[in-house]
């Protein structure tokens, strides 16, 4: 999301207006359910049911930012090489490393 890995936030084409909307998405869900979990322990829920709702944030700001990590390294590492096949292995490898991390 960037068109250069030099700085974060320029938008440069297609691809980075729909990984932007993904993150945007992604970070207004997680969003709401701060919120409701705020009103859970205003409403005095349980310990259990907040910190279940809690651990699914956590997983939600993990996997946004795994994404973020993910198009950035291959926007990174890829944009200089010259070569179809190694931009591949490249992203093969980026990919695992991100399945794993998970």
Known sequence: MGGSCSHYPA???MS???IKMEVLNRLKTIKGH????????????????ILLQI???????EKTGLMLL???AVECLVED???KESKEKLERIISTIIKFMK
Do not use: N, Y
């Open 70 to 72: 993910e198009e950035h």
């Open 11 to 13: 938008v440069a084409g």
């Open 16 to 18: 980075d207006d729909i």
């Open 55 to 61: 651990a699914a944030v956590r997983s939600s700001v």
């Open 81 to 83: 090489i010259a070569s």
């Open 34 to 49: 701060l919120s409701g979990i705020e009103k859970m322990v205003e409403d005095g829920k349980s310990c259990e049911e």
